[in-house]
């Protein structure tokens, strides 16, 4: 019988998209994936089916064009981007793109401007951003300087917040730390080496905060193993992702 109450014949499928296979029972057609996604291998967001139960595995990033914003970027985007050029003199050495997507203000900065910025954007009456309310990683593989630290700033004077990036390569991961303009910044710098690898210059303690200190790699950069260790549970072992059940 179908949610709408009707007997569904044999080999009919009901408006949910479940397929009577004899009788009244219902073998819901979401285990078993369409005819023309089975016959190529992928999913229909591009990953291939296998033993991988993530949902992650195979999955290939859309590039993006790595291209400024053109103004006017709109509302106190204008204000504040001009308020940090007239209090910066390393601006326009060290800016390297202006990004407004979704709402968010994003400067694309050099990875030797860190520091710098941070104190402009904390010290700057126009600017005012008094809290650095967190740090984390991003891992880019087809880019040269694959790993982005990403800074969230706040301004709690003018209720704005604004996005600073930096990317380095996996050869010299090195960024300084703002925790001395920033104190915040400790548990999230050390988030973000953990995950990462991302060696942040002149931190106070820069040890391991999610895995154990004698951990190899660094887990959510894209070419780390997906396989993972077995978890005990209830006296059970689950293993990793690689090696479960496929449900496709």
């Known amino acids: ?39 190529s291998g992928q999913d229909l967001f591009g990953a291939v089916f296998g033993s991988d139960t993530s949902g ?13 914003t053109p103004r006017p970027y709109g509302g106190w985007f204008d204000e504040t981007v001009d308020a940090l050029e007239a209090a910066w ?22 990875s ?38 990403v800074y969230h700033f706040t301004s709690m004077t003018y209720r704005r917040r604004l996005r600073v990036e930096a990317a380095v390569s996996v050869e010299n991961p090195h960024l300084p730390s703002v925790c001395s303009v920033y104190p915040t910044a400790d548990f999230h710098e050390r988030e973000t080496w953990d995950m990462f ?8 303690g820069l040890t391991r905060i999610l895995m154990p200190d004698d951990w ?3 887990p959510q950069r894209k070419d780390y193993p997906l396989g993972g260790i077995p978890v005990e549970y209830k006296g059970a072992s689950i293993p990793p992702p690689d090696e479960r059940r496929a449900y496709a």
């Open 1 to 39: 019988m179908s949610e709408t109450g009707r007997v569904v014949p044999s080999g009919e499928a009901d408006p949910t998209g479940a397929v009577n296979t004899g009788g009244t029972h219902l073998t819901p057609s979401a285990v078993t994936p369409a005819e023309g996604v089975a016959k």
């Open 56 to 68: 992650f595995g195979g999955l290939v990033p859309r590039r993006v064009a790595e291209l400024s």
């Open 89 to 110: 003199a390393g601006f326009g050495d060290n800016v390297l793109r202006v990004v407004v997507d979704r709402g968010e203000l994003t400067l694309h900065v050099t």
């Open 112 to 149: 030797a401007s860190v520091l710098e910025i941070a104190k402009v954007l904390r010290d700057d009456p126009n600017l005012r951003f008094e809290l650095l309310s967190s740090v984390s990683g991003v891992d880019y593989p087809a880019q040269t300087e694959r790993l982005h630290a």
């Open 197 to 204: 690898g991302i060696v942040f210059d002149g931190h106070p």
């Open 216 to 218: 190899d790699g660094h």
